[in-house]
């Protein structure tokens, strides 16, 4: 490994213990977890890159923002100064805190939403296709086809395929299309982003149909990094500048605050249509609370605040990239192979290539994320046909072209060293990739399954 990775732009204040545990211990842990790393407590993890939400480290000034909490019922302070600040950086009207994401998306959902609509957007992710679906619309993914394949080497590969959308436009009509639901970056294509030009040509289109742009904002910081960094023109615009921009061309967000905002709770759902904003207000007091508050303490609101304005500086999005591109490039000197190019939250290991003797019903990706915990600690999730589900019209499985385990990388928590033990980990099991096994589903639950679902090996 030829290239120098820039150092942590921080000084660790604080340290938390974690689990060193035996194969054995690990081999009983997994069993009663039945083969779902979801299922595992936390203190039987060794290195836990199982998610990037809500997983991060606090700065010692969001901690002291927790300490200026303002718990009124209505109207708290903390709420105000959120408000300010994701006007200031995001540029939306108005602002809804709802608990997490996933409030963000019920109310999106509830509100635009009627039986039969279509939603397309730039490939699905798990909740927020759920939401839709619950809600009587038709997910349809538009989505450049070289997302699909792990290997294509593109540097925005996440963009919208304005040929799909306007081929959709045509054949359901505008009045079906409440929203496009566009995600910088996109998840399940391996953290993939978005370039400017996509997002403009995108929003010049849906305004010229009436139709209006929503972004799933959760990873919108590493977005930005992206199109800093590979879209030429904005190489010498700051971060903050480039994500004011990107916001320019929608006309809401939904937001995890958990990733990109650096806290360990809370999201919020932006847009500019004040009859909009009158309706989230009137849903979220029935789902979440007070429009003020939205399901949060005050001092949660204060870190996301903080949060917010952290994540524009370089130096942070700019060592946690080059987290993923050093675990990405260890991980390829020992022939293991990834989803290209690395994105901004994760390295994708490409369970489809790493286990071809087992076919994709048997839960490749499942498999190698059990096995990965059971050789080194490591905890990471499963991206494939488990995630993806069931078609609900005819029962049967989804088959998504990729079939990946996802290492996500927590902000501002582990060092370099601990992606060389999650490296050779890898490493060493694609040496005897093999031995590996597939599994069976031996409970099922209705909605997203890949939580909960269990697993047992095949003999």
Known sequence: M?????????????????????RSERQRFMAEAGYNTFLLRSDQCYIDLLTDSGTSAMSDNQWAGMMLGDEAYAGSRNFIHLQEVVREYYGFKHVVPTHQG??????????????????????YFTTTRAHQERNGANF?????????????????????????????????????IPYVCLAVTVNLAGGQPVS?????AVHELCSKNGIKVMFDATRCVENAYFIKTREKEYADTTIAAILKEMMSYADGCTMSGKKDCLVNIGGFLCMNDDDLYQKACELVVLFEGMPSYGGLAGRDM??????????????????????CEYLAEKLKEGGVPVVKPTGGHAVFLDARAFLSHIPQDQFPAQALAAELYLESGVRSMERGIVSAGRDKKTGQNYHPKLELVRLTIPRRVYTYSHL????????????????????????????????????????
Do not use: W
Request: charged content about 30%; overall charge neutral; hydrophobic content about 40%.
């Open 102 to 123: 996933r409030g963000a998306e019920n109310l999106l959902s509830s509100i635009c939403i009627k039986p039969g609509d279509y939603v397309p957007g730039n490939m």
């Open 196 to 200: 400017m030009a996509n997002m403009r």
């Open 140 to 176: 349809v993914d538009i989505i450049i086809d070289e997302a699909h394949d792990s290997q294509a080497e593109l540097p925005f590969k996440g963009n919208i395929d304005i040929a799909k959308l306007s081929r959709l436009i045509d054949e359901v009509g505008a009045d079906k």
């Open 2 to 22: 030829d290239r120098t990775y820039v150092a942590e732009p921080y000084k660790i204040k604080v340290v938390e213990p974690i689990a060193v545990t035996t």
């Open 302 to 323: 204060e870190a996301m605040a903080r949060g917010i304005m952290e994540s524009v500086d370089y130096n942070y999005i700019h060592h946690r990239v080059s987290q």
């Open 420 to 459: 060389d033990v999650v490296a050779a980990a890898a490493v060493s099991l694609y040496k005897r990739r093999e031995t590996i096994k597939g599994l069976e589903m031996i409970y099922e639950p209705k909605l997203l399954r890949f939580f909960t679902a269990r697993f047992k090996p095949l003999a």
